[in-house]
T-cell receptor, first 114, second 111 residues
Framework: DAGVIQSPRHEVTEMGQEVTLRCKPI?????LFWYRQTMMRGLELLIY????????DSGMPEDRFSAKMPNASFSTLKIQPSEPRDSAVYFC????????????FGEGSWLTVV | TQLLEQSPQFLSIQEGENLTVYCNSS?????LQWYRQEPGEGPVLLVT?????EVKKLKRLTFQFGDARKDSSLHITAAQPGDTGLYLC???????????FGSGTRLLVRP
C-alpha cells in the first residue's frame, strides 16, 4: 500500500523565492496534517484539515505560509516569500480519524533557504 | 516552551544495556503515543496508551502511562543497534484534539 507521498524530497531555494510543497495522503484518510521539524523547536503542527477543510491553522507561523487542500488526494503548503529561518523538514501526515488514531507520516520535504 | 518535555535529550549506550526515556508534562492528555524516527524518514508509531497507569509491552520495549495521565515512560531492555533513532512522545489533549509532540530523545546504541 502506498503511504503518504510528499514532493519534493529536497529543495534548495534562494531567499525571497516561492516554495510549494506537495502531499498525497493515504486514500480514505479524512485528516491531513502539515508539520515542521527543526532541531531547535522539534516537531510542530502547522495546520490540519478534515475532509479537505482547514480546521486549525494556529500553528502557521505567519502570513507567508499558506496551505490548501483542493481535493481529498492532494494538499499544498506554500511559503512566499521564503526566508532562511524557514529551513526545516516539512512533514505531511494523514489519519483516518482524529482522536487516538495512528498518524501516518510521509518521508518529509527537506527545505533549505539560502 | 515545550508542553511535553522529554529526558534525556541524548543517550549513548552500549549494546545490551537497559534504558528509560521519560516524557513529562503539567497537562493532562486523553492519550499518549510514542514514535520512533530514523534519519531521513518520518516518525513511525510504536504504541498508544489511553488509560492512566496503563502498561504496554512491545517485545523489548515497555511503555507506561502515568496514573494522572500527565507523563509516560519508555523502557528498553537489552538495547540493540537497531533501536538507534529519535524517540518522540506525543500527547492528545481533550480540549483541542491536536497531537502535541515532545522534544525528543536521540538514542545511539553502540555495537
Amino acid at each position: 500500500d502506498a503511504g503518504v507521498i510528499q514532493s519534493p524530497r529536497h529543495e534548495v531555494t534562494e531567499m525571497g523565492q516561492e516554495v510549494t510543497l506537495r502531499c498525497k495522503p493515504i486514500s480514505g484518510h479524512d485528516y491531513l496534517f502539515w508539520y515542521r521539524q527543526t532541531m531547535m523547536r522539534g516537531l510542530e503542527l502547522l495546520i490540519y484539515f478534515n475532509n479537505n477543510v482547514p480546521i486549525d491553522d494556529s500553528g502557521m507561523p505567519e502570513d507567508r505560509f499558506s496551505a490548501k487542500m483542493p481535493n481529498a488526494s492532494f494538499s499544498t503548503l506554500k511559503i512566499q516569500p521564503s526566508e532562511p529561518r524557514d529551513s526545516a523538514v516539512y512533514f505531511c501526515a494523514s489519519s483516518p480519524r482524529l482522536a487516538g488514531n495512528t498518524i501516518y507520516f510521509g518521508e518529509g520535504s527537506w527545505l533549505t533557504v539560502v | 516552551t515545550q508542553l511535553l518535555e522529554q529526558s534525556p535529550q541524548f543517550l549513548s549506550i552500549q549494546e545490551g544495556e537497559n534504558l528509560t526515556v521519560y516524557c513529562n508534562s503539567s497537562s493532562v492528555f486523553s492519550s499518549l503515543q510514542w514514535y520512533r524516527q530514523e534519519p531521513g524518514e518520518g516518525p513511525v508509531l510504536l504504541v498508544t496508551v489511553v488509560t492512566g497507569g496503563e502498561v504496554k509491552k512491545l517485545k523489548r520495549l515497555t511503555f507506561q502511562f502515568g496514573d494522572a495521565r500527565k507523563d509516560s515512560s519508555l523502557h528498553i531492555t537489552a538495547a540493540q543497534p537497531g533501536d538507534t533513532g529519535l524517540y518522540l512522545c506525543a500527547g492528545l489533549m481533550d480540549s483541542s484534539y491536536k497531537l502535541i509532540f515532545g522534544s525528543g530523545t536521540r538514542l545511539l546504541v553502540r555495537p
